[in-house]
């Protein structure tokens, strides 16, 4: 019986293919939209992952202030010192490396070429902190550390602003008033997850940076790389605890100082993209709803066209089960055709989009195989009303129709 009406269903489909086509259209922009939406919301989850993973793995940032952002009340707060660096990496279980940070904007020039770009003072713990790895070169030597020589390892985009495809090993770089010798590349990252370029970078040692750059002693940020079978919690809690007695704040004062945890941003930052994808994915599915009404309604149009066809059906013994069927595949076979096109448009479209979000494309079999089913059970519910409408026809009635 259902090999029947699937062949009368798609012979009626073919009679009408250009009404048909537009009848399908409201499920095919639906499919689409609700696909494509899910696609690239996944692939920009974990993009998000990924930069946020590349700033270092398992890594707290301890800087001065109580507040995050732009704004924070850093003013009049102490900096930190090398030494609460030295302090965490030595007196608190579970932490890999710390490094000493502190940054300064900088105009760059050699070979006359110049670029605004960042300095970042350091030690080659830094490197490891922050997952950095050396293209070409070395890193810094423990004398030049502890000197505060004039060298410095450059990023990607530092080296193609300067130095075009040359290699810049081996040659200088003027930062205002000393010129520092290039001793190596770093490897490429890409963007950052807030859109900073992770490549636009110099990296001194701190010393150098300090005296050469600053011209004070303050440290900007503490970067800590906690192990990986480490507890977070107890790492953090104990990290609080030593720069408060560092800092010397007395019990039940604020800390003057925040931690922040990239593993936590990652969560927050994927949890609200996931978030907006699902609400995106919920206003695109109205579009199927929609389509569902449209079928609904030609189903309607097509049932009253045939009521003799129906009629004459019925009277020469069909059964209403089966006239019932008939119109009910009919509808299904529109709306999981709709769904087919849907599908091969939001592949299309997710690949076009993740190529310009620079975002992963990956297709979800689980997520195409169940629009398919929403889309085939658009078709279910919204065609059975017209199929048991015909199925119920009076013979005699449905005869006489004109």
Request: glycine residues 10%; hydrophobic residues 50%.
């Amino acid at each position: 019986m259902i090999g029947n009406a699937l062949l009368l269903a798609l012979r009626a489909i073919r009679r009408n293919l250009l009404r048909s086509a537009l009848t399908t259209l409201g499920i095919v922009i639906g499919v689409a939209a609700v696909v494509t939406m899910v696609t690239v919301g996944r692939g920009a989850t974990k993009a998000v992952a990924a930069q946020i993973e590349s700033l270092g793995s398992n890594l707290l940032m301890v800087r001065p202030g109580q507040r995050l952002g732009p704004i924070r009340d850093a003013a009049g707060t102490p900096f930190f010192k090398i030494a609460d660096a030295l302090a965490v990496a030595s007196q608190i279980g579970g932490v890999a490396a710390a490094a000493p940070t502190t940054t300064a904007g900088v105009t760059a020039v050699a070979e006359g070429r110049n670029w605004s770009t960042t300095v970042t003072g350091s030690t080659d713990d830094y490197f490891e902190v922050s997952n950095w790895r050396l293209a070409e070169g070395r890193l810094f030597e423990p004398a030049e550390e502890q000197a505060g020589a004039a060298v410095c390892v450059i990023g990607a985009t530092v080296r193609r602003e300067l130095f075009g495809h040359d290699n810049p090993l081996g040659r200088h770089i003027r930062i205002k008033r000393f010129e520092c010798e290039v001793i190596g590349l770093l490897a490429s990252k890409g963007q950052a997850a807030l859109g900073m370029d992770q490549d636009d970078t110099i990296v001194v040692p701190i010393a150098t940076a300090q005296r050469r750059l600053t011209g004070s002693t303050r440290v900007n940020t503490i970067l800590v790389s906690m192990r990986p079978d480490s507890d977070a919690e107890r790492v953090k809690a104990s990290l609080t605890q030593l720069l408060r007695e560092r800092r010397k704040l007395a019990p039940g004062s604020e800390d003057n100082f925040n931690v922040l945890d990239t593993a936590q941003i990652a969560e927050t930052l994927s949890g609200t993209t996931r978030l907006l994808t699902s609400l995106l994915g919920a206003v695109a599915a109205v579009s199927l709803l929609v389509g569902g009404i449209g079928i609904m309604n030609i189903m309607l149009v097509s049932v009253t066209e045939r009521t003799r066809e129906i009629g004459l059906r019925l009277a020469v013994g069909a059964l209403e089960r089966e006239v019932l069927a008939q119109f009910l595949v009919e509808a299904v076979v529109l709306a999981a055709f709709g769904g087919l096109v849907g599908l091969a448009l939001a592949a299309l479209a997710s690949y076009a989009l993740a190529h310009v979000l620079a975002v992963p494309f990956e297709l979800q079999p689980a997520i195409n195989g169940l629009a398919f089913l929403f889309s085939a059970g658009i078709g279910v519910v919204f065609g059975y009303m017209p199929a048991r409408r015909a199925a119920r026809l009076d013979p005699i009635e449905a005869l006489r129709h004109e």
